[in-house]
C-alpha cells in the first residue's frame, strides 16, 4: 500500500471494470448500428436489469431512449452516453460528502446487515479522520458477533484512536452512551459507533437498533448526526428493503456501498437511490485504508455504462 | 425466504384460477409474470430465460388450456421446474467424509459472505451428527481478527481450533492444520479462508495453492442469499478456479427474494448442501430442491417445521406432560413450559416464516397485533412473578395476589387476567382431550403428531389464513404440541386441543 495511488476515476473504472466491460459488451451486441425498435429495448431493458439496476430504473432509461429515438439508428455510443446521463441524473444530487461539521462531538452511526461491511467502513473513516486532524473515538458496539470488538479495536490501533468497549453480550445502548460521554470528557470531536449486523426483518433486532439510538439521544439530543446505512454492493433488489427498513428504524442519514471492486455491479445503488433520495458519501473499492472513495455520481455512472472519464 | 416471489407468482395465479378456462394470452401472461417476478426475485437473467422455456414448454405439452384446473397445472409445472432448477428431488446430498483422515473441507467466498459463521456451523454439525472429530483452521490473514473469530466460535460449538500463529501465510496455516490433523487424530479439518473477490488474481491464485496443498474432499463456496445478479459471475469465477463441491446460501432467513440459490445452482450445476437461517450455531439447515419450489410457490416450509419440531421437542419433558395432562393437570408452570418450547423453535417469528400461506405483510399484521416474541416473554414474565403455589393451583389468585404478580411483571391485572383465562380454557380442553385417549394425548406430546406426514399443504395455507382472519381453521394440525389428528388446529406449542380462544385468535393473544 506504499505505492503511489492512482487518480480517483482509474481505481473506480479499475474496480468496476468487470462490470463495466460486460455491460458495456452487452449494449454494444446489442447497438452496433441498429434499428431502436421494440425488441431492441427489450434487449437493452434486459441488460439494465442483469446490471442490478431493478426492473423500473431500466424501463426509464429505455423510454428515455426509446422516447427521442424510437425507430431511428442509433450507435453503441449514444446508447452508453444516454444510460449514463439517464444514472448520473438520478445520482448527482445525492452526491454529498459525509459532513462532519457543527456540534462537537459529531456522532456518526453504522448500521446495516451482517457482513456488509460496516466494521471495516468505519476502521477507513477513522484513519481518514485521523490522518485530517480530527480526534476520533471508536465504540465497538457490535457486542454479539464473536470477535467483532477486535476488529474495531485493530482499526482504533491503525487509526490511533481510543476505543471504547465492553465485554460480548453487553448492552450495545448503554455502550453508545458511554462512548459519547467519554467523547464529551476527553474533547474528542468525532464519535464513530458500530453497531451488530442484523437482517431487517428481524423485529428484535431492529428494536434493539431504535433502542440504541433513543439511548443515543438521550445524552445529546441532536445525535446521532449521521447514521450510516452499509450496503454490500453485490446486493440484488433487496437493497430496497434493507434501506426502507433502517431508515425507519434509524433515520439513515446517507449512504456507503462496499466491495465494488468485485464482478458486482453495484447497480442496486440506483435502486436505492431512486427511492429514498438518500446521500451517498462513499464507494468502497477494496480492503485498504486507501480504498474508500468519495461517491461521484458522474464517474459511476459513466463506469456502469462503460464510457472512458 | 422467496416471500416476494411467492406473492407475485401468488398474484399471477390468483387470475389464472379465478376463470376456470385458460386462453392461450393467458398462458403468454403468466409466462411474463414469472418472468418478471424472477428477475425482481434477483434470478440471474440467463436462468431466468432458460426457466422461462422449460415451464412453457411444459405447459405447452401438457395441453393446460384444456386442463381441468389450469390454474393448478400452471402452478404444478412451475413448481416443477423450480424443483429441477434447484437440483431436482431425491435426498439431499450431504458431505462426503469418507476416506482416509484428515478429511479437509474449504471454505471459500466473497468478504462477508458468512464463511467464518458457516464454517463454525459445520464444525458443531459434523461433530455433533456425524460423532466425527473436527478441528477448525482459519487461513484469513487478511481481515482484522477474523482469526479470533473463528477461535471464539470454535470455544462457543465446542470443536477444536488451530492455534493462532501470527504472521504465517495462508498456504503454511493449511498446511500445519493438515498435519495437526493427521497427528492429533482428527477426522475432519474444516478450512476457512479469507474473503476474496473472484478477480483478485493473487488472492485467487493463493486459494487455488490452498487446495492443492491439503486436498479438499469438500470445496464449498459460502454466498449470501441476497447477492443481486452478479451470483452468476462469482459461482462461475470460483467454479474455474476452485474444485468446488457445492454451495452454502446464507442469510436464508432474510427477507430476500433468494434468486441467488436459483442462479448459483444453474451455472455450476453443483448442489446446494446447506442453507444458513440463523446467526446462531445451529442455524444450517439441509437443503431441499422441493421444499424451496414449493415455498417459492407459497405452500410453506412445514417440513422445516416438522423437523425443527421434531428436534426440539424435549421427549422426555413432553412424555412427562403427557402423563400428567391425561390426569386433566396442566398448571400455569406447564405452560411456562410451553412457552419455553415456543421459543427454542425460534418464536412466533421463526415459526411464522415457515407456515405455508404466511407472507410477509400477514407477518406484519400477526406481530402488529401483538402475536410476537415480546407476547411470549411477557407472558412468562407473568407466570414468573407468581409463587410456586400459584402457579400449581391458580385458583387461589385473588384480587389482592393478582394485583402483585401485575405489578411484579410490570403488566395491567387485566393482562394477568386474560392469561389466566386462557390457561384455563387450555387446561379444560386438555382434560377432554385427556379423555378421548390416544391421539389425542400421546400425538400431542410427542412431538409431531400422528397423520403429519399426510397433511396437505394447501390446508395449511387456509388453515393459517383463518388463524389470521380470526377465524378457527379447521382440519389441518400443527406438530409440537398441538393436538392429535382430527382435532382444530394450532399453533406448535401454543398448547394442545384447540387453543383458540373464544375470539377465535389464538389462546394468548390480546383481543384487539
Request: no cysteine; aromatic share 2%.
Amino acid at each position: 500500500m506504499s505505492e503511489k495511488k492512482p487518480g480517483f476515476f482509474s481505481r473506480l473504472a479499475q474496480g468496476l471494470a468487470r462490470s463495466s466491460n460486460k455491460l458495456g459488451e452487452s449494449v454494444t451486441a446489442i447497438f452496433t448500428k441498429r434499428k431502436l425498435d421494440a425488441a431492441a429495448l427489450e434487449e437493452l431493458e434486459d441488460a439494465l436489469i442483469a446490471a442490478d439496476l431493478g426492473a423500473q430504473t431500466a424501463m426509464r432509461v429505455t423510454d428515455r431512449l426509446a422516447k427521442d429515438r424510437f425507430d431511428k439508428e442509433v450507435t453503441d455510443e449514444e446508447v452508453r452516453e444516454a444510460l449514463a446521463d439517464v444514472v448520473a441524473e438520478s445520482l448527482t444530487p445525492l452526491e454529498k460528502p459525509l459532513d462532519l461539521g457543527g456540534e462537537r462531538p459529531q456522532v456518526v452511526v453504522f448500521v446495516g446487515v451482517n457482513g456488509s461491511g460496516k466494521t471495516t467502513t468505519l476502521g477507513k473513516i477513522a484513519v481518514k479522520l485521523k490522518r485530517e486532524g480530527h480526534n476520533p473515538i471508536l465504540a465497538a458496539g457490535d457486542t454479539f458477533r464473536a470477535a467483532a470488538i477486535e476488529q474495531v479495536s485493530v482499526w482504533g490501533e491503525r487509526a490511533g484512536a481510543p476505543v471504547v468497549k465492553r465485554e460480548i453480550g453487553a448492552d450495545a445502548a448503554g455502550l453508545a452512551f458511554d462512548a459519547i460521554e467519554q467523547a464529551q470528557r476527553d474533547s474528542h470531536d468525532m464519535v464513530l459507533i458500530d453497531t451488530a449486523g442484523r437482517l431487517q426483518n428481524k423485529a428484535e433486532l431492529m428494536d434493539e437498533l431504535r433502542k440504541v439510538i433513543r439511548v443515543i439521544k438521550k445524552k445529546m439530543p441532536d445525535a446521532p448526526h449521521h447514521v450510516i446505512l452499509v450496503l454490500d454492493g453485490t446486493v440484488g433488489s433487496n437493497a430496497v428493503s434493507q434501506a426502507e427498513a433502517f431508515l425507519e428504524a434509524s433515520d439513515v442519514t446517507g449512504v456507503v456501498m462496499t466491495k465494488l471492486d468485485g464482478t458486482a455491479k453495484g447497480g442496486a445503488l440506483v435502486q436505492v437511490a431512486e427511492k429514498f433520495r438518500l446521500p451517498i458519501h462513499y464507494i468502497g473499492i477494496g480492503e485498504g485504508e486507501a480504498d474508500l472513495q468519495p461517491f461521484s455520481a458522474r464517474d459511476f455512472s459513466r463506469a456502469l455504462a462503460g464510457l472512458d472519464g | 425466504m422467496f416471500d416476494a416471489l411467492t406473492e407475485r407468482l401468488g398474484g399471477v395465479f390468483d387470475k389464472l384460477t379465478g376463470r376456470g378456462v385458460l386462453s392461450e394470452k393467458d398462458v403468454d401472461a403468466a409466462l411474463r409474470e414469472i418472468r418478471v417476478a424472477l428477475l425482481e426475485a434477483d434470478v440471474a437473467l440467463p436462468v431466468v430465460k432458460s426457466a422461462v422455456n422449460q415451464i412453457k414448454e411444459r405447459a405447452v405439452g401438457e395441453d393446460v388450456i384444456r386442463a381441468v384446473a389450469p390454474g393448478q397445472q400452471v402452478v404444478k409445472i412451475v413448481h416443477d421446474a423450480l424443483v429441477d432448477l434447484l437440483g431436482g428431488e431425491g435426498e439431499p446430498e450431504g458431505l462426503a467424509l469418507e476416506g482416509e483422515p484428515p478429511v479437509a473441507i474449504l471454505m471459500a467466498g466473497l468478504q462477508g459472505s458468512g464463511k467464518t459463521t458457516t464454517s463454525a456451523k459445520l464444525a458443531k454439525r459434523i461433530s455433533e451428527r456425524h460423532k466425527k472429530k473436527v478441528l477448525l483452521a482459519s487461513l484469513d490473514t487478511r481481515r482484522p481478527a477474523a482469526m479470533e473469530q473463528l477461535q471464539q466460535l470454535a470455544g462457543q460449538v465446542d470443536v477444536a481450533f488451530l492455534p493462532i500463529v501470527k504472521g504465517q501465510k495462508a498456504v503454511d496455516i493449511a498446511k500445519r492444520a493438515m498435519t495437526a490433523g493427521k497427528l492429533q487424530g482428527f477426522d475432519v479439518v474444516i478450512l476457512d479462508t479469507a474473503g476474496r473477490t473472484s478477480i483478485d488474481e493473487d488472492m485467487m491464485s493463493e486459494a487455488q495453492a490452498i487446495a492443492t496443498a491439503t486436498r479438499p474432499r469438500e470445496t464449498l463456496l459460502v454466498a449470501d442469499a441476497l447477492t443481486g445478479q452478479d451470483a452468476v459471475e462469482t459461482a462461475k469465477r470460483f467454479h474455474e478456479r476452485l474444485p468446488l463441491t457445492g454451495l452454502v446460501l446464507t442469510r436464508m432467513d432474510g427477507d430476500g427474494r433468494g434468486g441467488a440459490a436459483l442462479s448459483m445452482r444453474h451455472v455450476t450445476g453443483l448442489p446446494i448442501k446447506f442453507l444458513g437461517v440463523s446467526e446462531k450455531p445451529d442455524g444450517l439447515d439441509a437443503f431441499d430442491a422441493k421444499r424451496l419450489a414449493g415455498r417459492i410457490l407459497g405452500r410453506g416450509d412445514i417440513v422445516s417445521l416438522v423437523e425443527k419440531a421434531a428436534q426440539d421437542v424435549d421427549e422426555e419433558k413432553a412424555a412427562r406432560m403427557a402423563k400428567k395432562m391425561a390426569k386433566g393437570k396442566f398448571d400455569l408452570e406447564d405452560l411456562r413450559e410451553q412457552f419455553g418450547q415456543l421459543k427454542k423453535m425460534g418464536g412466533l417469528g421463526g415459526i411464522m416464516g415457515m407456515l405455508p400461506g404466511m407472507n410477509k405483510k400477514m407477518q406484519a399484521q400477526a406481530s402488529a397485533a401483538g402475536m410476537d416474541d415480546k407476547m411470549l416473554t411477557r407472558q412468562e414474565a407473568i407466570i414468573l412473578s407468581m409463587t410456586p403455589q400459584e402457579r400449581a393451583k391458580p385458583e387461589i389468585l385473588k384480587a389482592s395476589r393478582k394485583k402483585r404478580i401485575a405489578a411484579g411483571s410490570g403488566v395491567t391485572v387485566a393482562d394477568v387476567n386474560k392469561l389466566i383465562k386462557m390457561h384455563r380454557q387450555m387446561a379444560d380442553m386438555m382434560k377432554k382431550a385427556g379423555k378421548k385417549g390416544r391421539g389425542g394425548l400421546a400425538g400431542m406430546m410427542g412431538g409431531m403428531p400422528p397423520g403429519m406426514a399426510g397433511m396437505n399443504p394447501a390446508d395449511m395455507g387456509a388453515a393459517t389464513q383463518d388463524l389470521l382472519g380470526g377465524k378457527a381453521p379447521s382440519g389441518a394440525s400443527m406438530p409440537g404440541l398441538g393436538s392429535g389428528n382430527s382435532k382444530p388446529a394450532s399453533l406448535p406449542g401454543l398448547g394442545g386441543g384447540a387453543p383458540l380462544g373464544p375470539d377465535g385468535l389464538p389462546i394468548g393473544l390480546p383481543k384487539k
